[in-house]
C-alpha cells in the first residue's frame, strides 16, 4: 500500500480505477505518486519473470493492516518490510488499513442494498 487511495472503485468499466490528478497537487506528490506506479510496476514484471510467486506476493495480497504485519506467524513469501513500507517515503505517511482484502471486489460488482423501502420510510406527516 503506497498511501494513493481512490474515493471509489465502482466505475462504468469494470476492473479499472481512476486516477485523476489536478492542479492542487503539488510536484512532489505528483512525483510520489509517479514513483509508486513504477514501483507497482516493478512488482508485476517480478510476477511476469516469475522472481515473485504469483498467489503469494505483495501486490495480490495487499493491503497489509498492522494486524497481519504484527501477528507472531508471517509465512509469506516476502518480507514484513517490504509490505508495510514498499518504499522509503511510505514509513512518514503510512496510511494503516483497518482490514485486508475482502472478497477481492465482490462487494463492488455485487450491489446489496441495505435502505428501508420508499414506502416504509414516508410517513403521514408531510
Known amino acids: 500500500d503506497y498511501g494513493f487511495h481512490a474515493p471509489t472503485v465502482s466505475f462504468p468499466v469494470a476492473g479499472t480505477l481512476m486516477i485523476e490528478p489536478t492542479e492542487s497537487e503539488s510536484k512532489a506528490e505528483l512525483d510520489r505518486f509517479c514513483e509508486a506506479m513504477i514501483a507497482i510496476h516493478g512488482e508485476i514484471r517480478a510476477l511476469e519473470t516469475g522472481e515473485a510467486d504469483r498467489q503469494d506476493n505483495?501486490?495480490?495480497?495487499?493491503?497489509?493492516?498492522?494486524?497481519?504485519?504484527?501477528?507472531?506467524?508471517?509465512?509469506?513469501?516476502?518480507?514484513?518490510?517490504?509490505?508495510?513500507?514498499?518504499?522509503?517515503?511510505?514509513?512518514?505517511?503510512?496510511?494503516?488499513?483497518?482490514?485486508?482484502?475482502?472478497?477481492?471486489?465482490?462487494?463492488?460488482?455485487?450491489l446489496f442494498c441495505t435502505c428501508v423501502p420508499v414506502d416504509e420510510s414516508v410517513t403521514g406527516d408531510e
Open 58 to 110: 505483495a501486490l495480490k495480497r495487499a493491503p497489509h493492516p498492522a494486524e497481519d504485519l504484527l501477528a507472531e506467524e508471517w509465512g509469506r513469501g516476502y518480507t514484513r518490510e517490504s509490505a508495510a513500507y514498499p518504499l522509503e517515503w511510505v514509513r512518514a505517511r503510512k496510511y494503516w488499513p483497518p482490514v485486508s482484502r475482502i472478497d477481492s471486489v465482490y462487494g463492488d460488482r455485487n
